[in-house]
């Protein structure tokens, strides 16, 4: 009763418009936009970034869980998969095509203003240690990534990477650099819409023919029995790091809804 009465006051309550940005969709280029990443390195799983502008679908296992996805191309193809981390209410994992642990995000503090991406065994930089109290819970070891700050009164999230600390800094784990690589927004509208630029380019009022104003944008797709958010992606994009993204701002966008955070 409790969990029908809380799914019918989220549909009330995302019939009215939600976000702040206005959608740069239209205005984006998207043969020629692109996320700056040319190399492997640069992406969360060390995977290839997109080659090509690409449409990809997050299809959701049931309509009460937010965390747990299968992350298919366009020919229906397997590419990640999300699934919750047993035990919490709000981590979450990603798994690559052939199940493999690639990253566990979690929110570190109570307001869910904070989420750090952590990689499975492989460090972000050189002389990295592990972050033994995560690794402990996850039962490997887990390296610092990326932190993603949610500013809930904007309607927008950035991500910054972790990187080592300097001289004066004492934190082997890594710390969270001072310059955002990524800003995804919230549209304002009825249904979940979504997209996301590289901060030090902005949006760009008169795009160029080689400048674009956006890397991707998603949108909700429900009906009775389809839940599954349709993404597009810009060429040299990190597809790894916008699943993570879609799934997050998928949960503050329902605890908004369910009040749960004003």
Same mark, same amino acid.
């Given at each position: !009763?409790?969990?029908?009465?809380?799914?019918?006051?989220?549909?009330?309550?995302?019939?009215?418009?939600?976000?702040?940005?206005? +959608?740069?969709?239209? &205005?984006?280029?998207?043969?020629?936009?692109?996320?700056?990443?040319?190399?492997?390195?640069?992406?969360?799983?060390?995977?290839?970034? &997109?080659?090509?502008?690409?449409?990809?679908?997050?299809? $959701?296992?049931?309509?009460?869980?937010?965390?747990?996805?299968?992350?298919?191309?366009?020919?229906? +193809?397997?590419?990640?998969?999300?699934?919750?981390?047993?035990?919490?209410?709000?981590? !979450?994992?990603? !798994?690559?095509?052939?199940?493999?642990?690639?990253?566990?995000?979690?929110?570190?503090?109570?307001?869910?203003?904070?989420?750090?991406?952590?990689?499975?065994?492989?460090?972000? !930089?050189?002389?990295?240690?592990?972050?033994?109290?995560?690794?402990?819970?996850?039962?490997?070891?887990?390296?610092?990534?990326?932190?993603?700050?949610?500013?809930?009164?904007?309607?927008?999230?950035?991500?910054?990477?972790?990187?080592?600390?300097?001289?004066?800094?004492?934190?082997?784990?890594?710390?969270?650099?001072?310059?955002?690589?990524?800003? &995804?927004?919230?549209? $304002?509208?009825?249904?979940?819409?979504?997209?996301?630029?590289?901060? +030090?380019?902005?949006?760009?009022?008169?795009?160029?023919?080689? $400048?674009?104003?956006? /890397?991707?944008?998603?949108?909700?797709?429900?009906?009775?029995?389809?839940?599954?958010?349709?993404?597009?992606?810009?060429?040299?994009?990190?597809?790894?790091?916008?699943?993570?993204?879609? &799934?997050?701002?998928?949960? /503050?966008?329902?605890?908004?809804?369910?009040?749960?955070?004003?």
């Amino acid at each position: !009763f409790k969990i029908r009465n809380l799914n019918n006051n989220i549909r009330a309550r995302t019939k009215r418009k939600m976000g702040g940005g206005k +959608s740069k969709f239209a &205005v984006t280029n998207w043969d020629v936009a692109e996320g700056e990443i040319k190399t492997d390195k640069k992406t969360i799983d060390e995977s290839k970034p &997109v080659s090509e502008h690409s449409i990809i679908t997050l299809n $959701k296992h049931t309509s009460l869980n937010q965390r747990e996805y299968d992350i298919r191309d366009f020919q229906n +193809s397997l590419l990640y998969s999300t699934k919750a981390v047993e035990g919490t209410v709000k981590w !979450f994992d990603l !798994f690559g095509k052939e199940g493999q642990n690639i990253c566990r995000v979690q929110t570190t503090d109570m307001t869910h203003k904070h989420w750090d991406i952590y990689r499975y065994e492989i460090p972000s !930089f050189e002389g990295q240690q592990p972050d033994e109290e995560a690794s402990t819970k996850a039962g490997g070891q887990l390296y610092k990534k990326a932190r993603v700050e949610i500013t809930w009164d904007r309607y927008h999230g950035d991500v910054f990477p972790y990187g080592p600390p300097n001289p004066e800094q004492d934190d082997a784990t890594g710390v969270v650099l001072k310059d955002a690589i990524l800003r &995804v927004e919230e549209i $304002k509208s009825i249904t979940g819409q979504y997209q996301s630029f590289i901060p +030090s380019k902005g949006f760009l009022s008169e795009p160029g023919e080689n $400048k674009q104003p956006l /890397v991707s944008y998603w949108v909700w797709e429900e009906a009775q029995n389809t839940h599954k958010i349709k993404m597009h992606l810009a060429k040299y994009t990190d597809l790894a790091l916008h699943v993570v993204l879609a &799934v997050l701002s998928n949960m /503050v966008r329902t605890e908004r809804a369910a009040g749960v955070v004003e």
